[in-house]
């Protein structure tokens, strides 16, 4: 008996792990995939900041208002600005070789950066930008050194400069001139950006946790009936 429920502590521990797992200099994001408002905030900011350089060309706009909880009429109003159509797919006018041109290399197709990056990677990474004259776009990024991206929220978050960057250990920064949105606020906002970015890489996937513990307590309760079972045939035996 006891053999078998460390055998199912295999089948549990992996997923609390997982959900655990970063390194020492990442941030949280903290996020919830639950909470709509903060994934229609999402949406709202990587339309309006990010599609005109990237593309999520796996995501078709109706799919994501039926997802996020908002009709085709609101989809439309609110988040369509590169095409009229909602069941196109999120994609971006701009042609590769302006793009390497402009940036030295293409913006990649975001549709599943969550996946590659994580979650706290790309939260960092949208906290981290900071003043470098030395850089085409006049910013650096502590977490991704020598970006090729500009800044696209310097206007919400402000400028800052890098203070420390120490090796293994979060690196820390100075606001020298504010931006429309207060710290916290700027903090929140980047959390539902990387909410939605999650939500993009697996759209199914709340449905995929609630169906998998479904899936997990229907496999404990046939265990307790197979187990019956066993030593109804093999009770005579012994
Ligand atoms: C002006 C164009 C532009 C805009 C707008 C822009 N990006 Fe980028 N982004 C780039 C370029 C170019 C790179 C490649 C940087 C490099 O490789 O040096 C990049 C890289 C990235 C990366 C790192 C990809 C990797 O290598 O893992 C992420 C994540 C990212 N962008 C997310 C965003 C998000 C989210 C937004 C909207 C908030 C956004 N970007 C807006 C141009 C842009």
Redesign the pocket.
């Known amino acids: 008996m006891k053999k078998i429920i460390i055998a199912c502590l295999f089948f549990v521990l992996p997923v609390s792990v997982m959900a655990a797992g970063g390194s020492a200099n990442l941030m949280h994001a903290n996020n919830d995939l639950h909470d709509k408002a903060s994934l229609q905030n999402g949406a709202k900011?990587?339309v309006n900041?990010?599609?005109?350089?990237?593309s999520a060309k796996y995501m078709r706009f109706n799919r994501m208002g039926r997802d996020l909880g908002m009709t085709d009429e609101q989809v439309k109003d609110n988040l369509m600005f590169t095409t009229d159509k909602v069941v196109n797919t999120m994609d971006i006018a701009m042609k590769p070789e302006d793009?390497a041109r402009?940036?030295?290399?293409?913006?990649?197709d975001?549709s599943v950066?969550a996946r590659?990056?994580g979650t706290n990677w790309?939260y960092t990474?949208?906290m981290s930008f900071y003043e470098d004259k030395s850089r085409p776009f006049g910013v650096n990024n502590a977490l991704?050194k020598?970006?090729?991206?500009?800044h696209?929220?310097m206007g919400l978050q402000g400028k800052q400069v890098l203070v420390e960057a120490k090796e293994g250990e979060l690196p820390t920064f100075k606001l020298i001139e504010a931006g429309t949105m207060g710290e916290e606020e700027f903090a929140n906002a980047m959390r539902d950006?990387v909410n939605f970015?999650e939500y993009l890489g697996e759209p199914i996937k709340t449905t995929r946790q609630a169906m998998g513990y479904k899936v997990i307590l229907f496999l404990l309760i046939l265990f307790v009936f197979a187990y019956m079972l066993k030593k109804e045939y093999w009770k005579d035996v012994h």
């Open positions: 900011l990587f900041y990010c599609l005109s350089c990237h793009a402009w940036f030295g290399t293409l913006p990649p975001l950066i590659s990056r790309l990474y949208f991704f020598d970006v090729g991206m500009p696209v929220f950006l970015l």
